[in-house]
């Protein structure tokens, strides 16, 4: 099966700051990829799809890259509300899926 | 715009099976390709995919919980189901429902969560 490892678990950063995770994959996953992001006692809302596609809504701030194996999120000038949880799942048709342990984005 | 709600009891003794249901409301489902899927994530953990059925009738479970887990989507697509047997105490978690376009690499629906608790 194939595990996602995501880093930094913790994420210190400033309002304005551009911020990136990452998650690496065990075994190529093509470009099927997603990262959410997760507030307090709220459900993960997904943010971007196929590893680089932005979801409707989502701000411009927030963008994706990467392919087979090794994937980035990154958040240009971080916004007070970017304060949050980051997830990134993989949807390779030839293992279960699974989501990576998680980066939490605090406040430097 | 599609919304769906998890329901089900929220507190489940130990041995015995827990039993959700996901409602589908504000959209029509019918003619779509989808992955109706379930989620859970522990108190203060991360996310765990349990698993999901494919509209081909195919299905997905999370190898650490396959022998205990059932998927099942109702014939009107306006609901599914999890059924989950021989709960423990680690099963406790909020337990998320969310449905998956076809190929659209994480796009879909995803439901508020409802925490489920496994005591006696």
């Known amino acids: 099966d194939i595990q996602v490892i995501q880093s930094p678990s913790i994420l210190s950063a400033s309002v304005g700051d551009r911020v990136t995770v990452t998650c690496r994959a065990s075994?190529?996953?093509?470009?099927?990829l997603a990262w959410y992001q997760q507030k307090p006692g709220k459900a993960p809302k997904v943010l971007i799809y196929?590893?680089?596609g932005l979801v409707s809504g989502v701000p411009s701030r927030f963008s994706g890259s990467g392919s087979g194996t090794e994937f980035t999120l990154t958040i240009s000038n971080l916004q007070p509300e970017d304060f949050a949880t980051y997830f990134c799942?993989?949807?390779?048709?030839?293992?279960?899926?699974?989501f990576g342990q998680g980066t939490k984005v605090e406040t430097k | 715009q599609v919304q769906l709600q998890e329901s089900g009891p929220g507190l489940v003794k130990p041995s015995e099976t827990l039993s959700l249901t996901c409602t589908v409301s504000?959209?029509?489902?019918?003619?779509?390709?989808?992955?109706w899927s379930w989620i859970r994530q522990p108190p203060g953990k991360g996310l765990e995919w349990i698993g999901q059925?494919?509209?081909?009738?195919?299905?997905n479970y999370n190898p650490s919980l396959q022998s205990r887990i059932t998927i099942s989507v109702d014939s009107s697509r306006d609901r599914f189901s999890l059924s989950l047997r021989s709960a423990t105490a680690a099963d406790t978690a909020v337990y998320y429902c969310?449905?998956?376009?076809?190929?659209?690499?994480?796009?879909?629906?995803w439901g508020q969560g409802t925490l489920v608790t496994v005591s006696s």
């Open positions: 969310a449905i998956y376009f076809a190929g659209g690499g994480g796009r879909g629906y």
């Open positions: 504000g959209g029509s489902l019918i003619g779509g390709d989808f992955h």
């Open positions: 059925v494919y509209d081909t009738g195919r299905d």
């Open positions: 075994q190529s996953v093509d470009t099927w």
């Open positions: 196929r590893s680089s």
């Open positions: 799942q993989h949807f390779s048709a030839t293992s279960p899926w699974t």
